[in-house]
């Protein structure tokens, strides 16, 4: 990548241990790129669409142009004894997914979804599964593949 890229996480802390791990393995991806970032807390899962659209209508002050070049959702659901687990998943996944098709964004999704937290600490550690890491990668990658087309012009 030329220009180092300015990477938004969005981490749920609903479970800090599992979220601690997984902006643990992102932030150290995002290092190693030389990518810059900024952190934001939001409460869970479900409020991370909002907080990546609502960043998307705060411009750089500067320049007016979109603050960040990539975007990385971090956060965990875990099973319980209702359906509410269900919900929050895919309105999560859904309103993420619709982010990035409507605004042609580099996001990378890292919301865990498991049935206990021996399963989301298995994901989520920084020497295991890393997925914070794997998400912050996806991002970075999506961010050059965009980088890549835009280098055609028409």
């Not at 603050?67 to 929050?88: K, N, P, Q, S």
């Not at 605004?103 to 206990?116: K, M, P, R, S």
Request: aromatic residues 8%; proline residues 4%.
């Amino acid at each position: 990548m030329a220009n180092k890229p300015h990477i938004m996480i969005a981490v749920s802390k609903y479970y800090e241990d599992v979220a601690d791990e997984m902006l643990r393995g992102a932030v150290a991806a995002l290092d190693e790129a030389g990518a810059s970032h900024e952190v934001y807390e939001i409460p869970g899962a479900f409020e991370i669409p909002a907080a990546i659209a609502t960043a998307l209508r705060s411009p750089e002050p500067s320049s007016g142009c979109r603050r960040f070049d990539g975007y990385v959702a971090l956060g965990c659901v875990i099973r319980g004894e209702t359906t509410h687990y269900d919900y929050v998943c895919q309105e999560a996944a859904r309103g993420l997914q619709d982010l990035a098709i409507r605004h042609c964004l580099a996001l990378g999704f890292g919301i865990l979804t498991t049935e206990n937290r021996e399963q989301a600490m298995a994901r989520a550690a920084f020497d295991r599964g890393n997925k914070g890491g794997d998400a912050a990668n996806a991002c970075l990658q999506m961010i050059e593949f965009k980088s890549s087309l835009q280098a055609y012009p028409r």
